[in-house]
């Protein structure tokens, strides 16, 4: 099997959180987060910097001063020059400055004084920021945007925004250049600057640290696996990665063509029946709360789709290696999951097929006996996602799950409905569908919920079998969430995300977002201490114990 290799970015780095004691003085005390450290450590004293710092200042565009840094650091100076040479940057811009002594600044705009900035700006500047220091280069990062009031987020959700956004938007893979550039940022250490004074501060911001981290990996890990090309990652490449992730308090189950077939997975089956590479379906166990119910992610998987003989357009059909979109957020997702020890089960199955023409592939007209004993009457052979999600979530109830959500680029009405910006939602349980809409929100990975009825099911009446496997392109989102419905876990609540929108760019540089995984990671983090949240504010109630573009 040909391997890819992925190259370092700030993944790769080392946190520590730096509170200012008294504003009046340079005493400042370090809090080594425990991400990228075995041990928490506590120093007293800034920071020794050096010339290969990235500094990343909150500049007002009416002050000569740094807005956070200022007795802090001793680089207020520098913003100082720069607004006297006309080089303060507009809000929500940034402006990169050179200094043999400082080493990279980076300006960022933050508006007049008492002016305060929004969660989506702080996001913007601090990928924007993670951008031009993956560019220049750095050892040790100083970043200050956290320290600036932002709406009704505290410190450390602020800090959690800002890491998220600064990590993420280092991302760098030259994997499949034939001369790669390798840009080594392990080692790096990230000081973050809240503006409270305190300690007390320590547990909560040191925890919004670990949160935007671990979010901007798992998506980051996500689009690596995803970008992968069809012709190195098979189904078998994708359960292979599953099972690289079998350890302590991980189990990995693999079921081949053999085993589809003793489960009756009929749908999943058809699907593969015309590609030369068999289908895998990869269950990751994670187990961290001794026997409490799990939740279950099941994450599309199609390592490529030609939409079989319902043959997509030639245009555009190098992107169906991102078929398999879902099933990469659900590594990605379970990865840091296991890498933060959260006191939660939680199953990962990743649903590997391709569907290409051949002699025995599926076609229109087919009937097809589900796992589940129901007949689906095929209609187009490119709807071949919700086939194999079908399958695979009347395979997850082995798992008596408290919460499934499955997570694929199902729909092209998604897109047209949604466009890029929000991933559609489709859940029969309010309660679910505020929780993850609240998490769309504290993450900015946000979420739009589209309805389910029996008016939209009664479009999936068969003449022939006992649904149809599609009702065509009106509603297609809903629909297609209603085909899904009559597979779902009998036991639990169940949610379905259609990410065809939002899943991949097709504009500008083409590739994987990472979507949703800063979403479902803020779920699971929140779920595992005990809190729900709905979309108001983000209110935070206690759990109770017992429970915690054709078709596709």
Request: proline share 5%.
């Amino acid at each position: 099997m040909q391997e890819s290799t992925f190259y370092g970015d700030l993944r790769d780095a080392s946190f520590r959180i730096a509170f200012p004691l008294n504003k009046e003085s340079d005493e400042s005390v370090l809090f080594e987060s425990d991400v990228g450290s075995d041990a928490p450590a506590v120093t007293l004293g800034v920071p020794e910097y050096v010339t290969d710092t990235a500094w990343i200042v909150p500049v007002r565009d009416d002050a000569r001063k740094a807005a956070a840094l200022d007795g802090i650091t001793g680089i207020s100076d520098l913003a100082s020059a720069a607004f006297l040479n006309g080089l303060t940057p507009k809000k929500g811009e940034i402006r990169v400055l050179l200094s043999e002594k400082k080493g990279t600044v980076v300006l960022c705009g933050i508006g007049k004084e008492g002016e305060e900035l929004d969660q989506e700006t702080l996001a913007a500047l601090s990928e924007a920021a993670g951008k031009a220091v993956s560019a220049n280069g750095a050892v040790d990062i100083v970043n200050a945007l956290p320290a600036v009031p932002c709406g009704e987020l505290d410190a450390a959700d602020r800090i959690r925004a800002s890491a998220e956004a600064l990590v993420e938007g280092s991302y760098f893979s030259s994997s499949w250049k034939s001369a790669p550039e390798k840009r080594d940022f392990s080692g790096t250490m990230v000081y973050i600057l809240p503006g409270e004074d305190g300690r007390d501060l320590a547990d909560l911001c040191q925890s919004g640290l670990s949160d935007g981290f671990h979010a901007a990996k798992a998506a980051m890990d996500a689009r690596d696996l995803a970008s992968v090309p069809g012709n190195v990652c098979h189904p078998e490449y994708l359960a292979d990665m599953a099972r690289s992730l079998e350890g302590e308090h991980v189990t990995v189950e693999v079921l081949g063509q053999k085993e589809l077939e003793a489960e009756k997975m009929n749908g999943y089956l058809a699907v593969s029946a015309g590609s030369p590479y068999p289908p895998f379906l990869a269950a990751v166990s994670y187990h961290g709360a001794g026997d409490e119910k799990p939740v279950v992610l099941v994450g599309k998987g199609l390592c490529f789709d030609s939409g079989g003989l319902s043959l997509k357009p030639a245009a555009g059909m190098d992107e169906m290696k991102f078929d398999k979109c879902g099933a990469s957020v659900v590594w990605g997702v379970m990865k840091s999951v296991i890498e933060m020890h959260l006191p939660i089960n939680v199953v990962g199955l990743m649903c590997g097929a391709e569907n290409i023409p051949g002699g025995f592939c599926y076609r229109p007209g087919d009937i097809i006996t589900m796992r589940n004993g129901l007949n689906v009457e095929v209609v187009n052979t490119d709807a071949e996602g919700r086939m194999v999600l079908a399958d695979a979530l009347t395979f997850a109830e082995k798992y008596s799950p408290a919460v499934t959500i499955d997570i694929a680029t199902l729909t092209g009405g998604c897109v047209i409905a949604l466009g890029h910006e929000m991933t559609g939602l489709m859940t029969d349980d309010d309660g679910l569908a505020e929780a993850l809409i609240a998490a769309g929100i504290r993450t900015g990975d946000s979420v739009w919920r589209l309805p389910l009825s029996k008016a939209y099911a009664k479009l999936l009446k068969a003449e022939t079998g006992d649904v149809l496997q599609s009702a065509g392109r009106d509603a297609s989102p809903v629909t297609a969430a209603e085909f899904l419905r009559n597979f779902r876990p009998k036991c639990g609540t169940w949610a379905h995300l259609d990410i065809a929108g939002t899943g991949w760019n097709s504009r500008g540089i083409k590739g994987p977002t990472g979507r949703p995984a800063p979403l479902l990671l803020s779920y699971l983090t929140d779920l595992s201490r005990g809190i729900i949240r709905d979309r108001r504010g983000g209110m935070m109630l206690a759990l109770d114990a017992e429970g915690p573009v054709d078709e596709e």
